[in-house]
């Protein structure tokens, strides 16, 4: 392994390590597990089609079982909702409350990362996408990305978007939101190749 790989891998690691303890003092203060907060984090960040209970286990890297008793603790304390899809009654929808959104907004008021202008936060946001779609690969997990950066996102106006996937309008607001079917497509035409 290269000089320059073992820095960069020190450096994530750090950057892990300071983020996972301003997260810890965050979530002692609402009583949450950590998992019980990434789920509330994914709500937050996710579209309305990558609200469900696979997504999140996809996502999380966890099982069906454990990301399913999580969901019920966040329910019981009024964190999370779930509602039948009115279009498929095999799947429920989940969202975060508004207290839940609450608590997800504090977090993200309170974050190490305010102050950024916005040259430096654009360049690093887009190395970093980089380097995740890389390790993506690499261990062959399912990317989950922004919309307005997928495969089957059509811009129709600066506020009008369409999903070829699944045939659908898409609001300025689900664009900037990561989705469950997020393809690149580099990932589209691999598939197709192969």
């Known amino acids: 392994m290269s000089k320059n790989v073992l820095k960069l891998q020190h450096t994530l690691e750090r950057l892990s390590s300071l983020l996972r303890a301003e997260r810890r003092a965050f979530q002692t203060k609402w009583g949450l597990l950590p998992v019980q907060f990434e789920v509330l984090n994914y709500l937050a960040s996710c579209n309305r089609f990558s609200g469900t209970l696979m997504a999140i286990c996809d996502y999380l890297g966890q099982t069906k079982g454990s990301v399913s008793q999580t969901i019920k603790l966040l329910e019981k304390r009024g964190l999370v909702t779930k509602e039948v899809d009115p279009n498929d009654k095999r799947v429920s929808r ?21 102050g950024l202008d916005e040259e430096t936060t654009s360049s690093t946001q887009a190395s970093i996408d980089s380097l995740l779609n890389h390790i993506e690969k690499n261990i062959r997990v399912k990317p989950f990305g922004f919309c307005e950066n997928c495969q089957y996102n059509c811009v129709i106006s600066d506020d009008e978007y369409y999903c070829k996937l699944v ?28």
């Open 94 to 114: 989940l969202t975060l409350s508004e207290e839940g959104g609450h608590i997800v907004e504090e977090y993200n008021q309170s974050g190490m990362l305010l």
């Open 167 to 194: 045939k659908t309008s898409l609001t300025p607001d689900d664009v900037v939101k990561i989705c469950v079917e997020y393809e690149t497509k580099t990932q589209t035409e691999n598939q197709q190749s192969g």
